[in-house]
């Protein structure tokens, strides 16, 4: 991921022309769908000033952005005058003064990553043993936290459905509580319903294949018929896709019954050490 | 440009464009930010939370340190988005929900 490391003003103080409500709001659309952050500051507003440096749009007069500098020395400040120009070429403007440095852009990446709700988390683990991508750790204090933003794979929502408690969300998705609405009790019983599923057909998958194993005595590592499990674990995540849990893209690109296994052991492993220390 | 000055105690509006996915009805982010636009009032507004809040935008610290009211979506997710990047935001924080709100339910709340 990439940030673009400046903020936008939008600035229509003395020297310079009002844009007009219709004006300023079609440059700040473009430029917020564009990916940037615009500030907008009225006459004698005061501009809270949080990044190290800003490109100050306007109309200014003449036609001329001014020459401009932070008297602390804080603040890197570019002046761009935008006098005539429509929003698309506003953005272009932006984009030249930026010197094309990588930033993330929208359509291109979309901020997919589990958020914990921590009035509701019990810091039981289930997530982090459930999540074969390594998404979740375990802070100094044994907390649980999300460490790992960029592995999780987007539009798959399947650890929130393994969280009794209802605590992990998933803000772009479409539909709630996953998505941050308020939490029922209606919701917490489903979750929990939805739990008890997850852990016949994936949550415990490998706990399952365990049992279902011949000789029953050792760890899915053990497993005889190495096909037999990719098939059954391809079976029961199939059904959780039926669900709507895990996307087609995702399943796809699971990765070796032998990769899910050691993967497994591990998060399995971190979650147990975290709940030792718990107690 | 000399009004660089520390934050005013009153809470300053924040508005979330949420360009990063469409999960806000484009008719109502449209005419919340034409209505903020209109009405002459300074505020912050940023392209999408759940992007500064992935990698940790320092930005999201400096917006939490003063009083804010957020224009975005669910208030939940809000609170946590700030928390993950590790800039909590006060639990009285107002936050309107654009998910759930109309463009003149969300308006009334501005004004």
């Given at each position: 991921?990439i940030a673009?490391?400046?903020?936008?003003l939008?600035y229509?103080?003395p020297?310079?022309?009002?844009?007009g409500?219709?004006r300023?709001?079609?440059?700040?659309?473009a430029?917020?769908?564009?990916?940037?952050s615009?500030?907008?500051a009225?006459?004698?507003?005061?501009?809270?000033?949080?990044?190290?440096a800003?490109?100050?749009?306007?109309?200014?007069?003449?036609?001329?952005?001014?020459?401009?500098?932070?008297a602390?020395g804080?603040?890197?400040?570019?002046t761009c005058?935008?006098?005539s120009?429509?929003?698309?070429?506003?953005?272009?403007?932006?984009?030249?003064?930026?010197?094309g440095?990588?930033?993330?852009?929208?359509?291109?990446?979309?901020?997919?990553?589990?958020?914990?709700?921590?009035?509701r988390?019990?810091?039981?683990?289930?997530?982090?043993?459930?999540?074969?991508?390594d998404?979740?750790?375990?802070?100094?204090e044994?907390?649980?936290?999300?460490?790992?933003n960029?592995n999780?794979?987007?539009?798959?929502?399947?650890?929130?459905?393994?969280?009794?408690?209802v605590?992990?969300?998933?803000?772009?998705?479409?539909?709630?509580?996953?998505?941050?609405?308020p939490?029922?009790?209606t919701?917490?019983?489903r979750?929990?319903?939805?739990v008890?599923?997850?852990?016949?057909?994936?949550?415990?998958?490998y706990a399952?294949?365990?049992?279902?194993?011949?000789?029953?005595?050792?760890r899915?590592s053990?497993?005889?018929?190495?096909?037999?499990?990719?098939?059954e674990?391809?079976?029961?995540l199939?059904?959780?896709?039926?669900?709507?849990?895990?996307p087609a893209d995702v399943?796809?690109?699971?990765?070796?019954?032998?990769?899910?296994?050691r993967?497994?052991t591990?998060?399995?492993?971190?979650a147990?050490?975290a709940?030792?220390?718990?107690q | 440009?000399s009004d660089?000055?520390?934050?005013?105690?009153e809470?300053?509006?924040?508005?979330?464009r949420?360009a990063?996915a469409q999960?806000?009805p484009?008719?109502?982010?449209?005419?919340?930010?034409?209505?903020?636009?209109t009405?002459?009032?300074?505020?912050?507004s940023?392209?999408?939370l759940?992007?500064?809040?992935?990698?940790?935008?320092p930005?999201?610290?400096?917006?939490?340190?003063s009083?804010?009211?957020?224009?975005a979506?669910?208030?939940?997710?809000?609170?946590?988005?700030?928390?993950?990047?590790?800039?909590?935001?006060?639990?009285?924080?107002p936050?309107?929900?654009l998910?759930?709100?109309?463009?003149?339910e969300?308006?009334k709340?501005?004004?």
């Amino acid at each position: 991921m990439i940030a673009p490391d400046f903020s936008i003003l939008l600035y229509e103080g003395p020297g310079s022309q009002a844009l007009g409500p219709d004006r300023r709001f079609e440059i700040s659309a473009a430029l917020l769908d564009r990916g940037y952050s615009v500030s907008r500051a009225g006459l004698g507003a005061r501009l809270h000033a949080g990044q190290t440096a800003l490109i100050v749009v306007g109309e200014f007069d003449h036609a001329t952005a001014p020459n401009l500098e932070d008297a602390a020395g804080g603040i890197t400040l570019t002046t761009c005058d935008i006098t005539s120009l429509d929003p698309a070429a506003v953005t272009s403007l932006i984009e030249r003064t930026r010197g094309g440095q990588p930033m993330n852009q929208p359509g291109l990446w979309k901020p997919w990553f589990p958020v914990i709700d921590y009035s509701r988390c019990t810091n039981c683990m289930q997530c982090l043993s459930f999540c074969l991508f390594d998404v979740y750790g375990v802070s100094q204090e044994g907390k649980l936290q999300v460490q790992n933003n960029d592995n999780c794979k987007t539009n798959c929502p399947a650890c929130s459905r393994v969280c009794p408690e209802v605590a992990i969300m998933f803000p772009k998705y479409s539909s709630g509580p996953i998505n941050g609405e308020p939490v029922s009790d209606t919701d917490v019983k489903r979750e929990k319903m939805k739990v008890d599923i997850s852990a016949l057909l994936g949550g415990d998958l490998y706990a399952r294949l365990r049992e279902r194993s011949d000789d029953a005595k050792t760890r899915f590592s053990k497993e005889r018929d190495a096909s037999k499990a990719l098939a059954e674990r391809k079976k029961c995540l199939t059904k959780l896709m039926a669900e709507g849990m895990i996307p087609a893209d995702v399943l796809a690109s699971l990765p070796s019954p032998g990769e899910i296994q050691r993967r497994a052991t591990e998060a399995a492993a971190k979650a147990e050490a975290a709940l030792q220390g718990q107690q | 440009m000399s009004d660089l000055v520390p934050p005013s105690p009153e809470p300053r509006l924040l508005y979330c464009r949420c360009a990063y996915a469409q999960v806000l009805p484009q008719d109502v982010k449209d005419g919340v930010l034409r209505h903020l636009c209109t009405s002459g009032q300074p505020f912050e507004s940023v392209a999408d939370l759940c992007e500064m809040s992935a990698r940790r935008d320092p930005r999201l610290a400096t917006l939490a340190s003063s009083p804010l009211k957020i224009v975005a979506c669910h208030p939940r997710a809000v609170k946590w988005l700030f928390h993950a990047a590790g800039a909590p935001i006060p639990d009285e924080t107002p936050i309107v929900n654009l998910r759930s709100l109309t463009t003149e339910e969300a308006c009334k709340t501005l004004t």
